[in-house]
Nanobody
């Protein structure tokens, strides 16, 4: 049975930090890109970050660039999202997902591009709330 399980969400004050984890079972993450997405109430799901399988190349949405860091530990079959300098607008349910194939996470210009249809396995999500 394939499962992706996110953890690490919670309530944090503006300017604070959280580290999200995406642990996989029943499927290996080694040879696939892993994406983090988020969905705020009343809004569409949006991409946050993506890390490729090879060399750990990472890409970020402009809204989180410089504040979030994605990294992977293939030995633990886990991908992380370190979130610093959190803002109220970062409040959302955060999801991780595994790509169908080893995608590039970017468009031909090297800019982050990671549509949801490129992913097949999804976690159940973890709530992140940034509020004072």
């Amino acid at each position: 049975q394939v499962q992706l399980v996110e953890s690490g969400g919670g309530l944090v004050q503006p300017g604070g930090s959280l580290k999200l984890s995406c642990a996989a079972s029943g499927v290996t993450l080694d040879y696939y890109a892993i994406g983090w997405f988020r969905q705020a109430p009343g809004k569409e799901r949006e991409g946050v970050s993506c890390i490729r399988s090879s060399a750990g190349y990472a890409y970020y949405a402009d809204s989180v660039k410089g504040r979030f860091t994605i990294f992977r530990d293939n030995d633990k079959n886990t991908v992380y999202l370190q979130m610093n300098s959190l803002k109220p607008e970062d409040t959302a349910v955060y999801y991780c997902a595994r790509s169908v194939v080893d995608i590039s996470c970017s468009d031909v210009s090297g800019i982050y591009y990671s549509p949801t249809h490129e992913y097949d396995y999804w976690g159940q999500g973890t709530q992140v709330t940034v509020s004072s």
